[in-house]
């Protein structure tokens, strides 16, 4: 069992930036595909960014160029560094992880707010 606990939201101005981060507890996230998603109200939650227990990470076009997802495995912890928001990056920022096992488990936190607003 994983519990994830995100932190890091607030609110921000447009071309501003946050650092979410993912504490992880309970198991070691090395084996362990970890991302971030978000979900802005009225939408579907979406995939922001992925990376891999190899550290190889993957973005959703919109986001190419301005966020970046790392890992610290040693703190168990994910971070998805956002620059340069947009007022349409407002949405709940939710961290996931999923065990490389096939059907291995998927987790999910509780989510933290990001406001990108003047």
């Known amino acids: 069992q994983v519990q994830l606990v995100e932190s890091g939201g607030g609110l921000v101005q447009p071309g501003g930036s946050l650092r979410l981060s993912c504490a992880a507890s309970g198991s070691s996230i090395s084996n362990y595909i970890m991302a971030w998603y978000r979900q802005a109200p009225g939408n579907q939650r979406e995939l922001v960014a992925s990376i891999t227990r190899g550290g190889s990470t993957s973005y959703a076009d919109s986001e190419k160029g301005r966020f970046t997802i790392s890992r610290d495995n040693a703190k168990n912890t994910v971070y998805l560094q956002m620059n340069s928001l947009k007022p349409e990056d407002t949405a709940v920022y939710y961290c996931?992880?999923?065990?490389?096992?096939?059907?291995?488990?998927?987790?999910w936190g509780q989510g933290t707010q990001v406001t990108v607003s003047s």
């Open positions: 996931y992880a999923h065990l490389v096992v096939v059907g291995g488990p998927q987790y």
